[in-house]
């Protein structure tokens, strides 16, 4: 997780719950699943999670991928195209004036918004509490419980790593309560996140 | 949904029809252009002052059927290919400007190393930027400032890329050396664009770039009216001339003889522009090479000026250089291709920038409006979507 915000791209459409980007960064910027992300709106700052994460068709990789050799410089001119890419981002809360709500914002981030990556302070400072848990599992459009897993290795790598261990064993118990009528599902999402598992 | 398919489909039937009928004819036309092409093949001495007052291709000292074979290639060469692409004014959007994005790709065959890609937009909006005399800069005159911002960009990568001078560099541009689209111009104006163009000719050749204009399914009719030509004999006239048989018939299709990789001759361009590149040194030629496979010809024609043609050793290496792109992927220059990707402006993007200027001229408080057709364009022409599609 970098030290300082990564611009990810900008709004391309957007409702309180959720919005996409449009970017064409490089690929080995590609920000990763379960990612904390944020945009301001206002005074706010709407914090959400990267949940999918799409390239659009590629034609010219379809042709090189038919071709019957491939020269090195070829292959490493892939690597820098400015391939199109379309990321979802579920929302989880909002900070205004220094103070987290995990619940959804007033109002949708604007077309064209610029989103930017939160930075381990900003991860510590929203996750401090585990309501957000409860806007994932929700979620109709994200993989959940990879989504919970991976967002709470984010928050976990954050802290210092003497804190991390005490952390997951909180966000264990949170999860205990919220899933206590579904013990496949909670396991699953337990095995995830296991200290030292990752 | 304004075109009623259902009613156009019976003329879909008739058109493909009379292509059908037309190859055919096109196919048995071409068998006589061929023929009269090796028939005539040694008076290409004879042919050249003819040629330059009818306008037909002016031979150079080459046999008109002459081949050449795929030269070999070292095994470290550098290919550049730069292109362009606009977004014209548009008097209904909230502010008037142009803009040109130019791009380049750099691709140092047999290095192992990165292709360098690079592009710029350049957004224009001051009035004398926006008008030459009183005409708003767009359509033809927006063309040329493009083409003259595709050879600069072509010529800054090759003086990037020119030292050390140990590796043999190509630079190729996509589509025509020739403002032909300045036929039309007053002869000053005319040279003064030229001028400006053939000043990064005049850089690539100092930095020893082979230069060429790569033009895919070219439809140039220019060795076929040389050949109409030829057999005229004495006969020749510009009635004669308009007369020949040959109208929809592209010279691809006469030098369909041409075996994978092989050239054709040179042979100089009758465009009455080219007067003003003979004028400065750059007389532009061309060439015919078939850049596809076994059982798959595919003609495209490679554009030169005066100094690459008559120098065997450059000539050669672009030759050898378009071949070498053509066979990375599609029979196509690579660097080209990914030239145009980086240039290339979409609807998206385009929408994006004039939303971005309509922000930043609110913000100084400028109230920047589309006009009212541009709105109702864009409220019939999108449909709905949610965030998630």
Known sequence: ?198 | MTLELNKVIGQVDALASSAAGAMTQAGELLNEARGWLHKYASHFQKLKAKAAEFGAAIPTDEPLDATRDEPNMPERFTVIGADGSAIPPDRHSAALYYLINTASLTYRHGSGQQPVAFSTPDLRYATENLYEGRLLVQGNLLDVRRDTAEIARLADAAEAEAEPRDVPLVALTDGTLLLWVLEESPEELRRKKVADYVRHLDRLRQVGAAVGGFISRPRYPDVLRLVWMAQLGENVSRQAMEDNPFLGLADRGLFDFLAPGQRSACFIGPSPVNKSYSGVGHTIGFFYVNVGEEGQTEIARIEIPEWVYQSPALLDRLHGAVMAQCRLVTPYPYVLARAHELAVITTDERRQLESFIESALLRHGVQGRPSQKALLKSLTGGAKKSFRK
């Open chain 1, 1 to 198: 997780m970098s030290e300082q915000p990564i611009t990810v791209g900008r709004v391309l459409r957007s409702s309180t719950a959720g919005f996409a980007i449009g970017c064409r960064v490089l690929r080995e910027d590609v920000p990763e699943f379960g990612a904390f992300v944020k945009v301001a709106q206002g005074n706010c700052a709407i914090t959400g999670l990267i949940y999918d994460v799409q390239f659009v068709d590629d034609p010219l990789v379809r042709q090189i991928i038919t071709a019957d050799s491939m020269p090195e410089e070829l292959r490493r001119d892939q690597s820098q195209r400015l391939a199109p890419i379309e990321i979802s981002v579920l929302v989880v809360g909002f900070v205004r004036d220094g103070q987290v709500y995990q619940h959804l914002p007033p109002q949708p981030p604007a077309t064209l918004d610029q989103i930017v990556t939160c930075t381990p302070d900003d991860v510590l400072a929203f996750t401090r509490e585990f309501t957000f848990l409860r806007t994932i599992l929700n979620a109709k459009d994200a993989p959940a419980d990879e989504l919970i897993a991976a967002s709470l290795r984010m928050a976990a790598a954050a802290r210092p790593e003497g804190e991390r261990r005490a952390f997951l064993l909180d966000a264990g118990r949170e999860l205990a309560r919220l899933l206590s009528v579904d013990p496949v599902r909670l396991e699953g999402i337990l095995r995830r996140i296991k200290p030292g598992g990752w």
